[in-house]
Nanobody, 122 residues
Framework: QVELVESGGGLAQPGDSLRLSCVAS????????MGWYRHPPGKAREMVAK???????VYSDSVTGRFTISGDNDKNTVYLQLNNVKPEDTAVYYC????????????????WGQGTQITVSS
């Protein structure tokens, strides 16, 4: 069984920095891509950033230049560095993994973490 476990959310003031981590636990052979999505209050869930196993990244326009996604393939972990956070970054942040294959040959098209809350307020 594979599980995504996020950590690092919390309360921040505008201009602060935060770092989110997400570990894919289990006997994993490969993960095609991992990423972060967020669900702001009263709005639809949106993609924040994604990274492939090869290191290619995609960011939403709203976080470009402020957030940085990185990954460690050996640790099946993805990070999101959030700098200069704004009140509009307030949301539940979800980790996502695409095309996860386990050592015993099981394949998961997509997995989601349980979510971690980030609240940006002065």
């Amino acid at each position: 069984q594979v599980e995504l476990v996020e950590s690092g959310g919390g309360l921040a003031q505008p201009g602060d920095s935060l770092r989110l981590s997400c570990v894919a636990s289990g006997s994993i052979s490969s993960i095609n891509a991992m990423g972060w999505y967020r669900h702001p209050p009263g709005k639809a869930r949106e993609m924040v950033a994604k990274i492939t196993s090869g290191g290619s990244t995609v960011y939403s326009d709203s976080v470009t230049g402020r957030f940085t996604i990185s990954g460690d393939n050996d640790k099946n972990t993805v990070y999101l560095q959030l700098n200069n956070v704004k009140p509009e970054d307030t949301a539940v942040y979800y980790c996502n993994a695409v095309r996860v294959v386990t050592m015993d040959g099981n394949s998961y098209p997509e997995l989601w973490g349980q979510g971690t809350q980030i609240t940006v307020s002065s």
